[in-house]
């Protein structure tokens, strides 16, 4: 019978915790969102984009299971999530620069 790794999966108390914290990460988004004006784009775009590459984190590596699972499923998964931002990256300069001065 092959050795299996033996890993310490969340506890009930464990996902609450994170529930909360995406729960408080939301209203953060909601409030900056509710007083972008105030603040200004330059503050709130990257704050928005900040938080919601956290809360992916958290749902990824937590309620999916990912922190748990074998390196290599998670050097996967980041590569790919890497490629994916840069080609959206790539997309979105193209529109924000417009036709001519696009990719």
Known sequence: MA???DH????VGQYVEIGII????????VALYVFRE???????TPALL???AVKFLLV???????????RL?????????ALATVVFGIVGANFYLG?????
Not at 38 to 44: C, D, F, K, Y
Not at 60 to 69: I, Q
Not at 73 to 81: I, L, Q
Request: charged letters at 15%; proline letters at 6%; glycine letters at 8%.
């Open 3 to 5: 050795e299996q790794d």
């Open 8 to 11: 310490s999966h969340p506890t």
């Open 22 to 29: 995406l729960a408080v990460l939301t209203s953060l988004e």
């Open 38 to 44: 105030p603040l200004g784009r330059a503050v709130t």
């Open 50 to 52: 900040f938080l919601t």
């Open 60 to 70: 990824v590596l937590w309620f999916m299971h990912l922190r748990f699972d074998h």
């Open 73 to 81: 499923f998670r050097r996967v998964f980041f590569v790919g999530v």
């Open 99 to 103: 036709p001519g001065l696009g990719f």
